[in-house]
Every structure is written in structure tokens, then in C-alpha cells.
Nanobody
Framework: QVQLMESGGGLVQPGGSLRLSCAAS????????MGWYRQAPGKLRELVAA???????NYADSVKDRFTISRDNAKNTVYLQMNSLKPEDTAVYSC??????????????WGQGTQVTVSS
């Protein structure tokens, strides 16, 4: 029984910034990769950024040089710092985690998502 919970979404003007957080909780043994995805209405879900347990990150081309993913392994938390936001960044942002639970099962878990709206 593992849960992921996103926070930090909201309404922001173009050019503004937001910081998303996602905390994993429950019967966690260890967390491997974590990531952020987003899905806008009428569009496919896309990978925004991912980070390994060791801190290696990769990004979608559309957010490179604007977004930064990081994690705090002691808190089982992944962050997404979003700068220079554009209207096209508007979407529901969801985090995921590849992890092993205390019962030794390994699986990918998803949060319910947090809305990010970039608008004047």
C-alpha cells in the first residue's frame, strides 16, 4: 500500500514560476526512478522530467532550460521547479515512482495529479 501525493499546482501568469512536490508514503522499501508527467485536455500524456535515485535527470525538449527536477531521498519526495512558464505548460501534472514495497513487490505508482494553469 503506497501512495503518491502531488502539491504545489495552481494558477500563474506567463513568465511566472511554480514548484511542484510529490511525496511517496506507505510501505516503501526503496525508490528507484521518479518522474513527472503532464496531460493537457485533448493531448497525449507526455514525460516532462525523470530522475534516477542517484540524481541523473532527463527532460522533454519543450521544458529544457526552464524546468529542474530534483529529489530528497530521505523524504521520499521529488520536486519540479518550473520557471518561465508558458500557456502551453497548462496541464495536469502527475508524478510517478518506480519502487519496491515492503512486501518485496516492485511496481510503478502514480499520484492523482495537480493542476497547473498558466494564464493572464
Amino acid at each position: 500500500q503506497v501512495q503518491l501525493m502531488e502539491s504545489g499546482g495552481g494558477l500563474v501568469q506567463p513568465g511566472g514560476s511554480l514548484r511542484l512536490s510529490c511525496a511517496a508514503s506507505g510501505n516503501i522499501f526503496t525508490i528507484y526512478d521518479m518522474g513527472w508527467y503532464r496531460q493537457a485536455p485533448g493531448k497525449l500524456r507526455e514525460l516532462v522530467a525523470a530522475i534516477t535515485a542517484g540524481g541523473r535527470a532527463n527532460y522533454a525538449d519543450s521544458v529544457k532550460d526552464r524546468f529542474t527536477i530534483s529529489r530528497d531521498n530521505a523524504k521520499n519526495t521529488v520536486y519540479l521547479q518550473m520557471n518561465s512558464l508558458k500557456p502551453e505548460d497548462t496541464a495536469v501534472y502527475s508524478c510517478n515512482a518506480d519502487l519496491r514495497s515492503m512486501d518485496w513487490a516492485r511496481a510503478t505508482y502514480w499520484g492523482q495529479g495537480t493542476q497547473v494553469t498558466v494564464s493572464s
